[in-house]
């Protein structure tokens, strides 16, 4: 079972639409959860990182169920900008170090 | 605004050569890392540092050495590069937070193709 597990899509979502995406974690010892965007040939970007009470900015919300082990991501009254793929990430244990594992990414297409 | 640089956005190396891949950062950070990135597989850790001439295997680091002489440097070779290391090759660096993982700030990553 992989430690990340995240639906690839594409999400084709119309402009102006809300979409929700899941991810789930194998490690109920991971404490640190994110959401990453990485654009088409570039680099991961963090998003926002994702707290145990819900944390929201401006049009995205971020959900953990620590009991469940999954985490969620809300993108509200969606912009063609928000065309990318959303990397799920949670901490993992490497020999005493937290070390970040990386869901292989939700692809999100926002059309006009 | 912190600043992750490598030293290629695209390689062409033959199998069998020695390949270098050269990160920098600009923000003091104690931590870097080199990921690779691949098709349906996402990122995987190959090595990671968290201070001047330390190193930590990550999950895939047969193939690979790393070198971090220097705080801002943190150097991936393959020593005999095969077509199996295809791939999309990303560094990071972060702080080295007290109990949790601090952000990772990534560079423009490196395409690199064997032959």
């Known amino acids: 079972r992989k430690e990340v597990e995240q639906d690839p899509g594409p999400f084709n979502v119309p402009e102006g639409a809300t979409v929700a995406f899941n991810c789930t974690y194998s490690n109920s010892a991971s404490q640190s959860f994110f959401w990453y965007r990485q654009d088409c040939r570039k680099e991961p970007k963090l998003l926002m990182s994702?707290?145990?009470s819900g944390n929201e900015d401006g049009r995205f919300t971020a959900q953990l169920n620590r009991a469940s082990q999954y985490i969620s991501l809300l993108i509200r009254d969606s912009k063609l900008s928000d065309s990318a793929t959303y990397l799920c990430?949670?901490?993992?244990?490497?020999?005493?170090?937290?070390?970040?594992?990386f869901g292989t990414g939700t692809r999100l297409l926002v059309s006009p | 605004d912190v600043k992750v640089t490598q030293s290629s956005r695209y390689l062409v190396k033959r199998t069998g050569e020695k390949v270098f891949l050269e990160c920098v950062q600009d923000?003091?950070?104690?931590?870097m890392f080199w990921y690779r990135q691949d098709p349906g597989l996402g990122l995987r850790l190959i090595y990671f540092?968290?201070?001047?001439?330390?190193?930590e295997k990550g999950d895939i680091p047969e193939g690979y050495s790393v070198s971090r002489e220097k705080k801002e440097r943190f150097s991936l070779i393959l020593e005999s590069a095969s077509t199996n290391q295809t791939s999309m090759y990303l560094c990071?660096?972060?702080?080295?937070?007290?109990?949790?993982?601090?952000?990772?700030?990534f560079g423009p990553g490196t395409r690199l193709l064997v032959l």
């Open positions: 540092s968290y201070d001047v001439k330390m190193k």
């Open positions: 990430v949670v901490t993992g244990m490497n020999t005493g170090f937290q070390k970040l594992v």
């Open positions: 994702v707290y145990s």
């Open positions: 923000m003091d950070h104690e931590n």
């Open positions: 990071a660096s972060s702080f080295q937070g007290l109990a949790y993982q601090e952000t990772q700030y």
